[in-house]
């Protein structure tokens, strides 16, 4: 087994991102025909935009190294999406359904998450810092993309209409963290 060096690792951590990434991005249409809620409808498909963005992103990252992004399987991600599919091959069209499928994004953030942190971070680590600024917008994304299906879940729970003005908050409030970050560093 050849040794592994920090930035071999980085770049397949890379790998497995974008190749998640693609994964969501056939995940996504699904998602939305199978939503009963026009908010988490409305949710899928503002991730879907931003979700091309961050494959864009990857792919800059990338290039800028002169490089092209393999052809590695996220198997994570792929049972992941397959719990989402199972939800929406299993359940009749429902508030119960649009929770459920909620919860099952929620873990592909969450994955997602866990995944830009870790890229993010040995970024910073190796001295590419803007690559690591990069990832961080694609981490921020993420993180509010979650906070947003924890407000549409509620109100789908509770019957209330959607807290737009929340939702709205959250973005804001990231967008807020984001700046003060950028002052910080
Ligand atoms: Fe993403």
């Known amino acids: 087994m050849k040794e592994l060096k920090f930035e071999d690792l980085f770049r397949s951590e890379l ?18 025909a199978a939503s009963s809620s026009e908010e988490l409808a409305a949710a899928f498909e503002e991730h879907l935009e931003q979700t091309r ?32 599919e199972n939800i929406i091959s299993g359940m009749e069209k429902s508030p119960a359904r649009d929770i459920a499928l909620t919860a099952a994004a929620q873990k592909v953030e969450h994955y997602e998450i866990a995944g830009y942190g870790t890229v993010r971070t040995l970024a910073e680590m190796l ?32 019957g209330e209409q959607p807290a737009e003005e929340e939702i709205e908050e959250d973005e804001e409030e990231d967008e807020e963290e ?6 910080e560093s």
């Open 15 to 32: 790998e497995d991102l974008h190749d998640a990434e693609t994964q969501i991005l056939e995940a996504l249409p699904k998602m939305i």
């Open 53 to 84: 963005e961050q494959v864009k992103r990857l792919e800059r990252i990338f290039e800028a190294a002169g490089e092209e992004p393999g052809g590695k399987t996220c198997v994570g991600m792929q049972g992941l999406l397959r719990e989402g």
């Open 127 to 158: 001295g590419q810092s803007e690559t690591a600024e990069l990832l961080e917008e694609t981490l921020s994304e993420e993180k509010a993309t979650d906070d947003t299906l924890t407000e549409i879940a509620e109100a789908i729970m509770t």
């Open 178 to 183: 984001e700046e003060e970050e950028e002052v």
